[in-house]
Each structure stands twice: as C-alpha cells, then as structure tokens.
Nanobody, 121 residues
C-alpha cells in the first residue's frame, strides 16, 4: 500500500505565500519524478511543477518566478513554495509521484487526495 498525503493548503490573500507538502509512505522501492497538479472549478487538471529524482525542475508558465518545487529524497517528500499568490491560483492542488514498489517492478503514477488553495483578492 502506498499513500501520498498533502498538507499546507488554505485561504490566503493575494500577494501572500503558502507552502504545500506531500509525503509518500508505504511499500516504496524508489521514486522517479514528483510533481504538483491543480484543478480549478470547470477546468482540466494541469501540471504546475515537477521535479526529477536528480533535482531537475519544470514549471508551467503562469507560475514561473513565483513558485518553487523542491524535494527531500530521504523523506520521500515534495514541497511547493508558492509566493505572490493570485486569485487565479485558486484550485485543488494534487501531489503526484511516479514510483515503483519493487526493484524489478515498473513505475506507476500515484496521487494524493488533494488540498484546497483559495486566494482572495
């Protein structure tokens, strides 16, 4: 069994900051990429930021310069530091990890339950 548990969401005013955390636990052999997605009401889920096991990152254009993704491989945890938040950042944020549970297994995607981020103007 594998679980991804997110924390850190909430309600903030525009211009403020939030930090999301996501810890993966359970029967895990290795984790490849980890990332954050978001889904606003009436919209499709979109990739916000991703980071490889080696630390390479990529961001969607709308958050570049404002959000920073990082990870602690020893803790199987990924973070998303969100600065200068805007009302359009309001969404449910989901953690994703591509991991395998056995040495000879294949990588599969796992998802967290989601955490609400609401930015008021």
């Amino acid at each position: 069994q594998v679980q991804l548990v997110e924390s850190g969401g909430g309600l903030v005013q525009a211009g403020r900051s939030l930090r999301l955390s996501c810890a993966a636990s359970g029967s895990i052999f290795s984790i490849n990429a980890m990332g954050w997605y978001r889904q606003a009401p009436g919209k499709q889920r979109e990739l916000v930021a991703a980071i490889t096991s080696g630390g390479s990152t990529n961001y969607t254009a709308s958050v570049k310069g404002r959000f920073t993704i990082s990870r602690d491989n020893a803790k199987n945890t990924v973070y998303l530091q969100m600065n200068s938040l805007k009302p359009e950042d309001t969404a449910v944020y989901y953690c994703n990890a591509a991991l395998k549970r056995r040495k000879w297994g294949s990588y599969s995607d796992y998802w967290g339950q989601g955490t609400q981020v609401t930015v008021s103007s």
